[in-house]
């Protein structure tokens, strides 16, 4: 069975395991806009990202742009879709709307990106806790066959952001699950409604790295965890602070 942490040095929950091979299965499948092996090379290239040379001397630059080259690389995706991994893996604080314009004369589009966005997302969020636990990466998982679905969401809108999303006035009913039916939503949570996906997957996550979406609102909660929820956000600050994190 993958994902299996019985040799992990601490008790690890059974719901984070789940939760971890359900987001495996859900990379593996086709999504809206790439395929099943595509999604699956996502991940790949989302891993060897920080191996890049390229980008450790973009890292060390004043201005990333003042460096040209190529990726190394380890999979066949589109070179967009490479620069927007690599970017966001190893120099997120420093991308730019004018960067993003850039990909989609190269190829990229607005729902490539946020499906993209997702994966990485995800991936990040998993090997991370890997590495906390001194485990190995998961192998890949072996992607499915079958079409994009093209689907996108009704009630997408301006909202300030540099990609549409879903308003939470306006959201269908297939989607209704993303805000939970409330009027409001953080940013956080509809900035990648664009691929609802993308939204499913980073709460799944959050409901067992951090807290459900729902109780994050609520200084009370601490999602049944065996530490307090002043606690968990002195860790969560951390955490963020080394990863560049300033939301």
Not at 10 to 39: F, Q, S, T, V
Not at 87 to 101: C, G, K, P, Q, Y
């Amino acid at each position: 069975m993958n994902f299996n942490y019985s040799a992990a040095p601490y008790r690890i929950r059974d719901d984070i395991p789940e939760a971890h091979r359900l987001i495996w299965k859900m990379i593996a499948k086709p999504g809206n806009w790439w395929k099943g092996a595509d999604r699956v090379a996502i991940l790949s290239e989302t891993r060897h990202a920080v191996h890049c040379e390229l980008c450790k001397e973009r890292q060390a630059a004043l201005s990333p742009n003042s460096i040209k080259g190529e990726h190394a690389l380890v999979t066949n995706l589109p070179s967009p879709a490479v620069d927007a991994i690599h970017r966001i893996v190893t120099d997120a604080s420093r991308l730019t709307e004018a960067w993003l314009n850039d990909l989609y004369t190269k190829g990229m589009t607005d729902g490539k990106y946020i499906e993209l966005l997702g994966i990485v997302v995800a991936v990040i969020s998993i090997d991370g806790f890997h590495r906390a636990m001194g485990m190995p990466p998961e192998p890949l998982p072996e992607p499915e066959a079958g079409e994009t679905s093209g689907l996108r969401p009704e009630g997408l809108a301006d909202l300030g952001a540099w990609i549409e999303m879903i308003s939470p006035l306006k959201v269908a009913e297939r989607e209704s699950d993303l805000y939970g039916g409330n009027k409001q939503a953080g940013n956080v949570i509809a900035a990648m409604s664009l691929v609802p996906d993308s939204v499913r997957m980073l709460k799944i996550l959050s409901g067992v790295h951090y807290l459900d979406i729902p109780d994050v609102a609520n200084p009370g909660a601490n999602g049944g965890r065996s530490i307090t929820r002043p606690q968990i956000e002195l860790i969560a600050g951390r955490v963020s602070s080394l990863s560049d994190c300033f939301y």
